[in-house]
Each structure stands twice: as structure tokens, then as C-alpha cells.
């Protein structure tokens, strides 16, 4: 695991340079993002071709985490997790539930920590102690000092090491090519990145004169054999429906376990973009239709008049449709764009939305139907997060959503027999009947199809 003391020590751009890195290599490589951020990954498998998945302490129990990295990490060399904010920062203060700490500890992976060693030199031992002995089973094995010249880490190194027992395993120097723009929802989107391969490249020839690769990967050796059998859904019987996935600039927010989940179901994932197809993909059963950045593209979505009514006409006709944050947005009526225009969209449901001006409901929630929906009967329960700038004049109220360890909820959420939208985006192997419930759903709607 990639760690770090806080946030923006550096985290995504060593782990996507190590990724380029051992990939130059021949290795096979899976990377896993923990917590429930989906950009990240996105970077991890566009950039550098690794299978990529979350990995989650608070959507999962520990034998969960342990089958969905046997999962995600089957035929690779190694497998490359990249940790969340700081080491033990979690969902609420005093807390390191569903922080890195407790992924590395519940699936017993060794830690590297990025820690910033600008204007440090013995302090840095303290702070490298601290983390690795603040709480049992850290498993912190080596350190890499980011924005340092060899001469200062080579310098630091003796004394952290003496200090600490943790090995220095090399430095990142302070150069441009470890710098990726950033964006109001994280960093650049991978499709973007992709632009910047050569950077990658510069990253990953760093990495390897900079830090003890070699060292790095007899660590990672030092991990156990995973238990658990790998993660995976029996099949519904019979079914083979083609489930259509928005997938394009606009809509890029998928949980690759979500994805996972719906093909071990049975399911067919057609990939498809409404920013450029003009209908949706040849026997389309249900509708996946994911976040991103909609707001971004709102002209082009809404010039692609063709696929709106597609869109609409699906939905209006019972489909089984699940919308999340900018899927769920494209559904309303109107989208406002990051200059405030306003534009029509699919028109399936009533709404509008538009910037509002800051994070809303940003985080982990619980979230419980009040009613008989696409996802199963009322009460059913489901772990999901947030992130979103944009608001809707028409959240839903179909659901109450809870923070977790916190007096604090709201409603959300549109559900219909063949219909969930909202803002939350659900992990499905928090709640593995969601995703039965869905698919069973899309199964049901092609066979009507096929009987008339």
C-alpha cells in the first residue's frame, strides 16, 4: 500500500508513476483505491493499462476486502493499493474506520509511507514512529521521502532508520513532471491524462533511478496468501440481458466491483456514449447510466437530441434504469453549465439542476428506502457516498439518507419498480441483493421483450 500522513502528500502521483514503473518492467499489475473515490482508479487503469477496484472498510466487512482483492489482484504480479487521506484518517473524527489503516491491516498488506521531506531531516523519524506505531498491525516497512533531493534523503535516511526500523527506500525530487492539474472534483480525469503519457513516462524513469524498486517488491512479497476465495456473484438463471453502460467523457463514474457484479449476475455490459451515439446499443435490457461530468458537456448532451429521447423513451417505457449524480442529472429536464447556461436533457424526470456553489452531503450515508422500489422492498438498506457540486430542484424523497455516526439525514432519491435515481452512488457488494435486484429486473424486462 501507497500511504501518506495527510492528504496531498503525494499519494496518486507515485503510486501512477510506480504503476508505469513496474509495468516497464513485464509485470502484471492490479491497483486498488481505498475508500470510495472513483477517479483515482480511473487513473490506475487508463494510465497504466492495471486492473483497478476499491477497496472499502466501510462498505465491506474484512473477509469482503479480503475476497475482493483476491478478485481484482487474480493473475497479477503484484497488486498496488493506494491509500485515503491520511494513514488513519476515517469516516469521522477520532475514528480510523474505513481509513487505510484498516485496509492494510484487515487484508494484511505492508505499507510504504509518502511523507514530504521538505525542511525536515531527524523530525521526519518522528512523524514516520508515529504513524507506524500508533496503532497495532500498521505494518508501515519503508518510507520514500517525497520533494527531496537524493543528497537531503540520503542524508535524513540513517537517522530515520535508526529511529524507526522503517527502511528509506529513495526520494521523489521536487520536478514538474510529478505535478497533475487539479479539478474541482479531485484530480484531471483519466482521458485526460492519457494526453500526458510522456509525463508518466518521465514519472516512471524517476521512480526507477530514485527509489529501490527492487526493495519495494521484496516488501510487497511479504504479504500472506489471501484466505478467502476470490470475490464473485452466482449467476441468475437463464439471464443474459444487455445491460447499456453510459460511458463516454461525460459519464466515467463506475465502481469496477459494480461492473463486476452485474457480468457475474449474468448480465452483458454494452458500453455506449450519449454524448456522440445516436441510440442506444442493439437490445438494450436496462440502463446503467453512471457520474462524471455532465455539466461539462451539457451543450453536446443536449444537442445530441437523438439519444435524449432514446433516453426518455427507455425510461418512460419501464426499463430498468439506474441513474447516479450526473446520470441522475441527465435524466431531469435541464442542466445548467459551468457557465450557468441552461440545457435540455432527457426529460425522463422533472427537475433542473445547476452549481450550487459548494459541496452538498459530501460523504459516506446509509441510505434505507421508503418504499417498494427497482432495488428491493421498503427498508431495504444500502451503503453509498457522495460528491457533488451540482444540485437538483428534484432530489427524490424516496429514500433517507444517514450519515453514519452522525444525528444528521435527509431525504433522496426517485424509486420505481424499473427506476432508481439520485445523487449516492452504491457499492453493490456492500448489499449484493441490490444488484440481484436489478438484474433480475433487466432479465424480466428482456424476456417480455422477447414474448411481445
Given at each position: 500500500?501507497?500511504?501518506?500522513?495527510?492528504s496531498?502528500?503525494?499519494?496518486?502521483?507515485?503510486?501512477?508513476?510506480?504503476?508505469?514503473?513496474?509495468a516497464?518492467?513485464?509485470?502484471?499489475?492490479?491497483?486498488?483505491?481505498c475508500?470510495?473515490?472513483?477517479?483515482?482508479?480511473?487513473?490506475?487503469?487508463?494510465?497504466?493499462?492495471?486492473?483497478?477496484?476499491n477497496?472499502?472498510g466501510?462498505?465491506t466487512?474484512?473477509p469482503?476486502?479480503r475476497?475482493?482483492?483476491?478478485?481484482g489482484?487474480?493473475?497479477?504480479?503484484v497488486?498496488?493499493?493506494?491509500?485515503?487521506?491520511?494513514?488513519?484518517?476515517?469516516?469521522?473524527p477520532?475514528?480510523?474506520d474505513?481509513?487505510s489503516?484498516?485496509?492494510?491491516r484487515?487484508?494484511?498488506?505492508?505499507?510504504?509511507?509518502v511523507?514530504?521531506?521538505?525542511?525536515?531531516?531527524?523530525?521526519?523519524?518522528?512523524?514516520?514512529?508515529?504513524?507506524?506505531?500508533?496503532l497495532?498491525?500498521?505494518?508501515?516497512?519503508?518510507?520514500?521521502?517525497?520533494?527531496?533531493s537524493?543528497?537531503?534523503c540520503?542524508?535524513?535516511?540513517?537517522?530515520?532508520?535508526?529511529?524507526?526500523?522503517?527502511?528509506?527506500?529513495?526520494?521523489?525530487?521536487?520536478?514538474?513532471?510529478?505535478?497533475?492539474?487539479?479539478?474541482?472534483?479531485?484530480?484531471?480525469?483519466?482521458?485526460?491524462?492519457?494526453?500526458?503519457?510522456?509525463?508518466i513516462?518521465?514519472?516512471?524513469?524517476?521512480?526507477?533511478?530514485?527509489v529501490?524498486?527492487?526493495?519495494?517488491?521484496?516488501?510487497a512479497?511479504?504479504?500472506?496468501?489471501?484466505?478467502?476465495?476470490?470475490?464473485?456473484?452466482?449467476?441468475i438463471?437463464g439471464?443474459?440481458?444487455?445491460?447499456?453502460?453510459?460511458?463516454?467523457e461525460?459519464?466515467?463514474f463506475?465502481?469496477?466491483?459494480?461492473?463486476r457484479?452485474?457480468e457475474d449476475?449474468?448480465?452483458?455490459?454494452?458500453?455506449?456514449?450519449?454524448?456522440?451515439?445516436?441510440?442506444?446499443p442493439?437490445?438494450t435490457?436496462?440502463?446503467y447510466?453512471g457520474?462524471?461530468?455532465?455539466?461539462?458537456?451539457?451543450?453536446q448532451?443536449s444537442?445530441?437530441?437523438?439519444m435524449?429521447?432514446?433516453?426518455?423513451?427507455?425510461?418512460e417505457?419501464?426499463?430498468?434504469?439506474?441513474?447516479?449524480c450526473?446520470?441522475?442529472?441527465?435524466?431531469?429536464?435541464?442542466?445548467?453549465?459551468?457557465?450557468?447556461?441552461?440545457?435540455?436533457?432527457?426529460?425522463?424526470?422533472?427537475?433542473?439542476?445547476?452549481?450550487?456553489?459548494?459541496?452538498?452531503h459530501?460523504?459516506?450515508?446509509?441510505l434505507?428506502?421508503?418504499?417498494?422500489?427497482?432495488?428491493g422492498?421498503?427498508?431495504?438498506?444500502?451503503?453509498?457516498?457522495?460528491?457533488?457540486?451540482?444540485?437538483?430542484?428534484?432530489?427524490?424523497?424516496?429514500?433517507?439518507?444517514?450519515?453514519?455516526?452522525?444525528?444528521?439525514?435527509?431525504?433522496?432519491?426517485?424509486?420505481t419498480?424499473?427506476?432508481?435515481?439520485g445523487f449516492?452512488?452504491v457499492?453493490?457488494?456492500?448489499?449484493?441483493?441490490?444488484?440481484?435486484?436489478?438484474?433480475?429486473?433487466?432479465?424480466?424486462?428482456a424476456e417480455?421483450?422477447?414474448?411481445g
Amino acid at each position: 500500500m501507497v500511504a501518506a500522513p495527510s492528504s496531498g502528500s503525494g499519494k496518486t502521483v507515485v503510486t501512477c508513476a510506480l504503476l508505469r514503473a513496474l509495468a516497464r518492467r513485464g509485470l502484471a499489475c492490479a491497483a486498488f483505491k481505498c475508500g470510495p473515490d472513483y477517479i483515482d482508479p480511473l487513473f490506475h487503469r487508463r494510465v497504466v493499462g492495471a486492473r483497478s477496484g476499491n477497496l472499502d472498510g466501510f462498505f465491506t466487512d474484512a473477509p469482503t476486502l479480503r475476497a475482493l482483492l483476491a478478485r481484482g489482484a487474480a493473475g497479477a504480479d503484484v497488486a498496488v493499493l493506494e491509500g485515503v487521506m491520511g494513514f488513519y484518517d476515517g469516516m469521522a473524527p477520532g475514528v480510523a474506520d474505513a481509513s487505510s489503516y484498516q485496509v492494510a491491516r484487515d487484508t494484511e498488506t505492508p505499507v510504504v509511507l509518502v511523507v514530504n521531506g521538505r525542511g525536515a531531516s531527524l523530525s521526519l523519524a518522528a512523524v514516520i514512529r508515529g504513524i507506524a506505531e500508533f496503532l497495532p498491525c500498521a505494518n508501515v516497512r519503508g518510507v520514500v521521502l517525497n520533494k527531496t533531493s537524493a543528497a537531503a534523503c540520503a542524508y535524513a535516511a540513517p537517522a530515520i532508520e535508526k529511529h524507526t526500523g522503517v527502511a528509506v527506500l529513495g526520494n521523489i525530487p521536487a520536478d514538474e513532471a510529478f505535478s497533475l492539474e487539479s479539478r474541482h472534483l479531485g484530480l484531471v480525469t483519466a482521458d485526460e491524462v492519457e494526453q500526458l503519457s510522456a509525463r508518466i513516462d518521465k514519472m516512471a524513469e524517476l521512480v526507477e533511478k530514485s527509489v529501490d524498486v527492487d526493495r519495494l517488491l521484496e516488501i510487497a512479497a511479504t504479504a500472506p496468501d489471501i484466505r478467502e476465495e476470490p470475490y464473485r456473484l452466482e449467476p441468475i438463471a437463464g439471464a443474459r440481458p444487455i445491460v447499456a453502460v453510459a460511458r463516454d467523457e461525460a459519464f466515467s463514474f463506475y465502481y469496477e466491483e459494480n461492473l463486476r457484479a452485474l457480468e457475474d449476475l449474468g448480465c452483458e455490459l454494452a458500453f455506449f456514449s450519449p454524448l456522440r451515439d445516436s441510440g442506444l446499443p442493439r437490445g438494450t435490457s436496462a440502463l446503467y447510466l453512471g457520474g462524471g461530468y455532465p455539466e461539462l458537456h451539457a451543450r453536446q448532451l443536449s444537442e445530441n437530441a437523438p439519444m435524449r429521447e432514446a433516453v426518455r423513451r427507455a425510461v418512460e417505457s419501464g426499463m430498468p434504469t439506474v441513474a447516479e449524480c450526473g446520470g441522475f442529472l441527465y435524466l431531469q429536464r435541464e442542466i445548467a453549465d459551468s457557465e450557468g447556461r441552461r440545457w435540455p436533457v432527457a426529460g425522463a424526470l422533472e427537475g433542473a439542476s445547476e452549481n450550487g456553489g459548494r459541496l452538498s452531503h459530501f460523504g459516506y450515508v446509509e441510505l434505507a428506502s421508503q418504499r417498494d422500489g427497482l432495488y428491493g422492498p421498503r427498508g431495504t438498506r444500502i451503503r453509498a457516498h457522495e460528491f457533488h457540486y451540482w444540485q437538483s430542484t428534484c432530489p427524490g424523497g424516496d429514500f433517507w439518507a444517514q450519515k453514519p455516526r452522525r444525528d444528521k439525514g435527509w431525504p433522496c432519491m426517485t424509486t420505481t419498480p424499473s427506476l432508481v435515481a439520485g445523487f449516492p452512488h452504491v457499492y453493490y457488494p456492500a448489499n449484493p441483493d441490490v444488484a440481484r435486484a436489478f438484474a433480475s429486473a433487466a432479465a424480466s424486462f428482456a424476456e417480455r421483450r422477447r414474448h411481445g
